[in-house]
């Protein structure tokens, strides 16, 4: 099976940065994705990682190292609309290009 | 461009009643489909995907089938609703990593 572990919370404060970590355990993905999901909305997509590294999007950086089973996504420049919750999610290899996502984490930015 | 449509947006149903959601996507062609549900507070669930008309494979073994009719229409259905059933229920289309959801329906069973 699959397995995604991310932190339930994070507390950050505005225009700070901030780390929300993802391990995970699979015995075969094509990478992994973060979402971001706002109270009552749906998640929107943010960022993919195909390849173990860094990529980065505007604010938005998303890393992966295959060999720690284990990736992050960081916030930079943290503002008051960044608070959300954000998911980790597998691309997994079986079929389909399904997601297994993580339990998310929750994000307050405080003034 | 891409766009993703779901109905209804909220529905309160009794328990034992049928249920019928709907899902379209528009700008793409032969696009893989997915349903999710969503338990208040807890993390995405994947239900069902499709890569094909005609093609469904289930990942929950529960009272809830999808169907996939057209290239571009997702169904979730139930014959008989439970309590468990409420949720966010989320349809969306995607390409590898990047997954578009639609807005969801909210589902109450009574």
């Known amino acids: 099976g699959q397995s995604l572990e991310q932190p339930s919370e994070v507390t950050a404060v505005e225009g700070a940065i901030v780390q929300i970590n993802c391990t995970y355990q699979?015995?075969?993905?094509?990478?992994l994705s973060w979402y971001q999901q706002h109270d009552g909305g749906a998640p929107t997509f943010l960022s993919y990682n195909a390849l173990d590294g860094l990529e980065e999007t505007g604010r938005f950086s998303s890393f992966l190292s295959r060999s720690d089973s284990y990736g992050y996504l960081l916030l930079q420049e943290l503002q008051m609309k960044d608070s959300a919750s954000y998911f980790c999610a597998i691309l997994r290899a079986d079929s389909g290009y399904a997601l297994n996502f993580g339990k998310g984490t929750s994000l307050l930015v405080t003034p | 461009s891409q766009t993703i449509h779901q109905w209804p947006a909220t529905l309160v149903q009794p328990v034992g009643s049928p249920l019928s959601l709907e899902c379209t996507v528009e700008g793409t062609s032969n696009p893989n489909l997915y349903w999710y549900r969503q338990a208040a507070g807890r993390g995405l669930q994947l239900l069902f995907y499709?890569?094909?008309?005609?093609?469904i494979s289930s990942e929950v073994p529960q009272n809830l089938s999808a169907s996939r009719p057209q290239d571009r229409q997702f169904i979730l259905s139930s014959k008989k609703l439970l309590l468990s059933d409420s949720g966010f229920y989320l349809c969306?289309?995607?390409?590898?990593?990047?997954?578009?959801f639609g807005p969801g329906t909210r589902l109450t069973v009574t």
């Open positions: 499709s890569v094909g008309i005609g093609q």
């Open positions: 699979t015995s075969g993905f094509y990478g």
């Open positions: 969306a289309w995607g390409r590898r990593g990047e997954q578009y």
